[in-house]
């Protein structure tokens, strides 16, 4: 199975920052990453798809990057409402496995 | 857009089976496939397969692939995940995610309410 390593596993930032959190695939995936939000007691939402793919009606501030093996998911302006888990999924080879999650926490 | 509503909670016994049911809400999945994601308890995400119910194929993560089968009822948009053989482990979020092939290219979206399973003697 392909592994995805996120980082870091938790994150303190403020209203306003600028966060990177980064995930790593244990083989190439080419540009096949997506990227979901969770917040307590509620699904996932999917934010990204495809490395840098918008989902419609996710803020511009979120944006990905990345191919192969490297992979970013950038959220500009924090806003309260950002502070949540996000988990990377590859979507290249089966079983599509998660990344562990970041916890985004307010600083 | 479609969302998806889930069964309600269960609470099973070791050994037992438990079987989920998750609905389309306008009663139709279309071309759609249905994901089955777990998550236990403060943990991670854990993708375990894939059923595409109008051609009623199946992708089973290895994990999984001796205890959980994916049935659909197309004439109801009904979607069904049944795990056997229940052990503590099992406890866990259960959430219904839709793609739009049976290879999630374009993510997960969107996902039921999720059913809460829990196994306990």
């Known amino acids: 199975d392909i592994q995805m390593t996120q980082s870091p596993s938790s994150l303190s930032a403020s209203v306003g920052d600028r966060v990177v959190i980064t995930c790593r695939a244990s083989?190439?995936?080419?540009?096949?990453l997506n990227w979901y939000q969770q917040k307590p007691g509620k699904a996932p939402k999917l934010l990204l798809y495809?490395?840098?793919s918008l989902q419609s009606g996710v803020p511009s501030r979120f944006s990905g990057s990345g191919s192969g093996t490297d992979f970013t998911l950038t959220i500009n302006s924090l806003q309260p409402e950002d502070f949540a888990t996000y988990y990377c999924?590859?979507?290249?080879?089966?079983?599509?496995?998660f990344g562990r999650g970041t916890n985004l926490e307010i600083k | 857009q479609v969302q998806l509503v889930q069964s309600g909670a269960e609470v099973k016994k070791p050994g037992s089976s438990v079987k989920v049911s998750c609905k389309a809400s306008?009663?139709?999945?279309?071309?759609?496939?249905i994901n089955w994601v777990r998550q236990a308890p403060g943990q991670g995400l854990e993708w375990m397969g894939v059923i595409i119910p109008i051609f009623e194929t199946t992708n089973y993560a290895q994990n999984f692939q001796d205890r959980v089968t994916f049935t659909a009822d197309k004439s109801t948009g009904t979607a069904y995940m049944e795990l056997s053989s229940l052990r503590s482990e099992d406890t866990a979020i259960y959430y219904c995610?839709?793609?739009?092939?049976?290879?999630?290219?374009?993510?997960?979206?969107?996902w039921g309410q999720g059913t809460l399973v829990t196994v306990s003697s």
């Open positions: 999924q590859q979507s290249h080879i089966s079983p599509y496995t």
């Open positions: 495809a490395a840098s």
């Open positions: 083989q190439s995936i080419s540009s096949f």
């Open positions: 306008r009663g139709t999945f279309d071309a759609s496939a």
């Open positions: 995610a839709t793609s739009r092939r049976s290879v999630p290219l374009h993510g997960l979206d969107p």
